[in-house]
């Protein structure tokens, strides 16, 4: 059995072989229970702490829509059709995608990522001597 202190702060230290064979690491988060007048420490992963927000039938549609063009999207960017803003904020909702990077997954932002994958396949395809000649041709 190993044994562990209460500090000042009323902190535990979790002594290292129970560290190990629990596979904690930094920042994992500890229930506290009290059974049977003994102190009960659960891990609980980050997941598990987060609420899952209940979705409705045509919320639940939207999210396999927007799961599979995702997938798409990461197998061939080149090729592959964005989101609806209504498949982005569905996914975002529930944690498939981050809230704050969702406008990357739209049809708008991908359409934008097909041409620049099309243009850099294709290559340049004109040169210019100087900086002088590059603002000319981009002026006309």
């Known amino acids: 059995m190993s044994i562990a202190k209460i500090g000042p702060k009323h902190q535990i230290t979790i002594p290292k072989d ?4 629990l596979h904690l690491e930094v920042g994992d988060i500890l229930d506290t229970e009290i059974q ?16 899952v927000p209940k979705l409705s039938a045509k919320e639940q549609k939207l999210l396999a829509r927007a799961r599979q063009k995702i997938g798409l999207i990461r197998q061939d960017l080149a090729s592959a059709r964005g989101l609806t803003h209504k498949e982005a ?20 932002w991908q359409r934008g990522e097909r041409e620049a994958e099309r243009n850099l396949q294709v290559g340049p395809t004109k040169s210019v001597e100087s900086v002088g000649q590059l603002i000319e041709d981009l002026r006309s």
């Open 18 to 21: 129970v560290f190990e064979k």
């Open 36 to 51: 049977g007048g003994k102190l009960v420490l659960v891990p609980k992963k980050l997941m598990e702490k987060a609420p």
């Open 89 to 108: 904020d569905t996914a975002a909702r529930v944690g498939v995608i981050a809230w704050d990077q969702r406008w990357w997954w739209t049809e708008e």
